[in-house]
């Protein structure tokens, strides 16, 4: 009866994929709050961490392209990326500073923003998570949190998921 065994893991990761973590209905969480953390203060000194998606990891960046059109002429999405976690982090530091409340700051913090969830589920809604989650048609960042996770869990309790191919 593998219902009655859970397993909990807790996950590193950008908000978008914890949107996705949270559709599953037979788990609880526990996520890092953007209404409470007061990302300028916290011991974080005003530095949002952001999650750097993983088709970018790859690429060579050459150069520094100053404005948006050279980034859209040259092709550069990824330091595109990076100027709009900049401007995004500059944003929600300034509110805060004219006085915004951290659940009102956040209202400009992207999906990329850094989060940290607590999941747990019983092993039978894990082997569904896993056939849902490490599938080829899964979001890349979430296959990149999925597959080692499920990799591992193969060789800890091998009979309830080597039957789950990736």
Same mark, same amino acid.
């Given at each position: 009866?593998? !219902?009655?065994?859970?397993?909990?893991? @807790?996950?590193?990761?950008?908000?978008?994929?914890?949107?996705?973590?949270?559709?599953?209905?037979? &788990?609880?969480?526990?996520?890092?709050? #953007?209404? *409470?953390?007061?990302?300028?203060?916290?011991?974080? $000194?005003?530095?949002?961490?952001?999650?750097?998606?993983e088709w970018f990891k790859n690429e060579q960046q050459e $150069?520094?392209?100053? #404005? @948006? =059109?050279?980034?859209? &002429?040259?092709?550069? !999405? /990824?330091?595109? +990326?990076?100027?709009?976690?900049?401007?995004?982090?500059?944003? *929600?530091?300034?509110?805060? /500073?004219?006085? +915004?409340?951290?659940?009102? &700051?956040?209202?400009?913090?992207?999906?990329?923003?850094?989060? /940290?969830?607590?999941?747990?589920?019983?092993?039978? !809604? +894990?082997?569904?998570?896993? @056939?849902?989650?490490? &599938? =080829?048609?899964?979001?890349?960042?979430?296959?990149?949190? #999925?597959?080692?996770?499920? @990799?591992?869990? =193969?060789?800890?309790?091998?009979?309830?998921?080597?039957?789950?191919?990736?």
């Amino acid at each position: 009866m593998i !219902e009655f065994f859970d397993i909990t893991v @807790k996950f590193v990761c950008d908000r978008g994929v914890s949107h996705e973590l949270v559709r599953h209905r037979i &788990a609880s969480f526990a996520q890092e709050s #953007t209404r *409470y953390v007061n990302y300028s203060k916290d011991n974080l $000194g005003g530095d949002l961490h952001f999650i750097i998606p993983e088709w970018f990891k790859n690429e060579q960046q050459e $150069g520094l392209i100053l #404005t @948006k =059109q050279d980034l859209v &002429a040259e092709n550069n !999405e /990824e330091l595109l +990326w990076k100027i709009a976690m900049i401007s995004a982090e500059e944003s *929600y530091n300034t509110l805060i /500073e004219k006085g +915004w409340q951290p659940q009102q &700051a956040r209202s400009v913090l992207p999906n990329s923003l850094k989060t /940290e969830i607590n999941v747990k589920m019983n092993l039978r !809604e +894990w082997r569904y998570f896993f @056939k849902l989650r490490t &599938a =080829q048609a899964a979001h890349p960042q979430m296959k990149e949190l #999925t597959i080692p996770l499920l @990799k591992e869990l =193969q060789t800890k309790i091998p009979i309830i998921f080597d039957d789950i191919n990736v």
